[in-house]
């Protein structure tokens, strides 16, 4: 009996065995397996390489920039028009195209370098002429209120007002430039005289239609209405130092290169681009304002 008894319980004993082996062989869960290659070993994952930026494309220079700060040149700034930069040059503005062979005189860049005297000319020279000549006296202005305007016409045409045969302008007056024969603009009285910042010239009054006079012998190179804060206005060149303009005339009687004399109507007084009927009249040396009364004759 007791060796059926140590039987069964050796039988029992194998069976559970048995159950333990096959439960450890077969689990319901699977550990995860990484398939790696024989030898791998675990190294960070490296990072995709950053999109390389393209190269910036070449920035030329601006036409003349190699002439930045040298005597006789002028680097455009914002809100430059190649009128104005003539105009405080004491120069042509086809002349200034000419010489820097401009294709567009209307596109200019800022930071581009423009020539603004003649070539050949030694600009240290040139800059160094006093503005101020000691032959020019500095005389009273009468401007008595309501004195009449002069030579008053009805209104003419350009063809009307310009001469059959124009007479050549001088390019420089016989005795030196300081030397011109200067005449009244207008017969119009004075309503505000020079002042370097606030009225770069004189200015006159008087009525739509009275006109304006060429201060002396020379050529118009400017006859238009593209210089802001002057309205229809009359550029002439009277020498190599001489400038004089003409501004806010309501009708203009010449036209660009036409040479004229001094007296010869050019223009008739308005309000463009002003708010009243008057004259505004600058004379320039050297490009830069000076007071007319120290030009023009007692009257």
Not at 13 to 34: D, F, I, Q, T, Y
Not at 104 to 113: H, K, L
Not at 142 to 155: E, L, V, Y
Not at 193 to 219: M, Q, T
Request: glycine fraction near 10%; include cysteine; hydrophobic fraction near 35%.
């Amino acid at each position: 009996m007791q060796n059926n008894l140590n039987r069964i319980s050796a039988s029992l004993a194998s069976l559970a065995l048995a159950a333990l082996v096959v439960g450890c062989a077969s689990p319901k869960h699977k550990a995860p397996v990484e398939d790696r290659p024989v030898g791998a070993q675990t190294r960070p994952a490296t990072p995709a390489p950053a999109s390389s930026t393209p190269a910036a494309p070449e920035v030329k220079p601006l036409p003349g920039a190699e002439n930045a700060g040298k005597p006789g040149y002028y680097t455009v700034k914002q809100g430059d028009t190649l009128i104005r930069i003539a105009l405080d040059n004491g120069q042509n503005w086809r002349d200034l195209v000419k010489w820097n062979e401009l294709e567009n005189a209307n596109r200019i860049e800022v930071g581009q370098v423009l020539r603004v005297v003649t070539p050949g000319v030694d600009a240290g020279a040139v800059n160094a002429r006093p503005v101020a000549s000691a032959k020019v006296e500095s005389r009273p202005l009468d401007s008595k209120p309501g004195t009449p305007a002069t030579g008053a016409s009805a209104p003419q045409s350009p063809a009307a007002s310009a001469p059959v045969t124009a007479p050549p302008a001088p390019t420089a007056a016989a005795n030196g430039d300081d030397d011109l024969p200067w005449g009244w603009p207008t017969g119009g009285s004075v309503t505000a005289g020079f002042d370097e910042v606030k009225n770069k010239g004189l200015s006159f009054g008087g009525k739509a239609g009275d006109p304006v006079l060429a201060a002396a012998d020379g050529r118009v190179v400017y006859a238009g209405s593209g210089l802001r804060g002057y309205g229809n206005l009359v550029i002439i060149k009277h020498n190599a130092t001489y400038l004089t303009a003409y501004a806010h005339n309501q009708t203009l009687l010449v036209k660009e290169d036409q040479a004229v004399r001094k007296g010869q109507k050019i223009a008739e007084m308005g309000s463009s681009d002003a708010d009243q009927v008057k004259l505004h009249f600058e004379v320039r040396k050297q490009g830069k304002p000076i007071d007319p009364a120290r030009l023009l004759p007692s009257r």
